[in-house]
């Protein structure tokens, strides 16, 4: 089965400027789920989708950080303005609902923030 | 609410000795426990699981933790070390109450010695 998809790998943008990130799922899988991971630190959760519903996003910066999963299927999430202390990698998983289930992740987008 | 604390940030081993990484979490209910492994500029690839089966749990490449209900633990071992184990290792708890959203320890990053 294909993995989760995340474009672009890497990205490079100065401070003020806004980014996206794109992020394809398994296929199938209900719930994605966004994480922040900053240099030496373990990933933390943006936002979570069920389908194309807001599960959990408290800790998501709404101020500058925005997400959407407008079919339920692929989601976006979106950076405006940047600030230095978003340089980080953003991880997108996805997983089947219910029981202990395993997130399955992508390999991760990399933002420096100059 | 669900926490992870990880003992050692980074971990030196010798090729062929025991590799031992440090989890402890706090969580209100019985927890669903993972650990996670990261290569350089890769994502997160699932080692192994624990779901309240087996309190000794087997992974791949050789690894396996074990579940320690009155020391809140799960570490994780692996008998000999092998060089292609260099990499960064983590520790995630998820309740079903809590939507099944992972959250992470900070990571212990292994060097493995020739």
């Known amino acids: 089965e294909a993995g989760v998809a995340q474009s672009p790998r890497y990205k490079i943008i100065e401070k003020r400027q806004s980014v996206a990130f794109w992020c394809n799922p398994i296929s199938g899988h209900a719930t994605l789920y966004w994480y922040q991971q900053i240099l030496g630190q373990g990933p933390k959760l943006l936002i979570q989708f069920q389908n194309n519903g807001v599960v959990d996003d408290s800790q998501l910066p709404k101020d500058r950080f925005s997400a959407e999963r407008l079919k339920g299927v692929d989601s976006t999430l979106k950076i405006q303005p940047a600030k230095l202390e978003d340089s980080a990698v953003y991880l997108c998983?996805?997983?089947?609902?219910?029981?202990?289930?395993?997130?399955?992740f992508g390999a991760g987008s990399r933002l420096t923030v100059l | 609410a669900q926490s992870v604390t990880q003992l050692g940030s980074h971990v030196s081993v010798s090729e062929g000795a025991l590799v031992l990484l440090r989890c402890n979490y706090s969580?209100?209910?019985?927890?669903?426990l993972f650990w996670y492994v990261q290569y350089p500029n890769q994502g997160l690839q699932l080692l192994l699981k624990y779901t309240s089966a087996a309190t000794l749990v087997k992974g791949i490449n050789g690894f396996e933790a074990e579940f320690k209900k009155s020391e809140t633990s799960f570490h994780l071992t692996k008998p000999s070390a092998h060089m292609s184990d260099a990499a960064e290792y983590f520790c995630a708890v998820s309740e079903e109450a809590a939507g099944n959203k992972l959250t992470f320890g900070g990571g212990t990053r292994v060097l493995v010695k020739p």
């Open positions: 969580s209100s209910v019985p927890p669903y």
């Open positions: 998983a996805s997983s089947s609902p219910g029981g202990a289930n395993v997130l399955t």
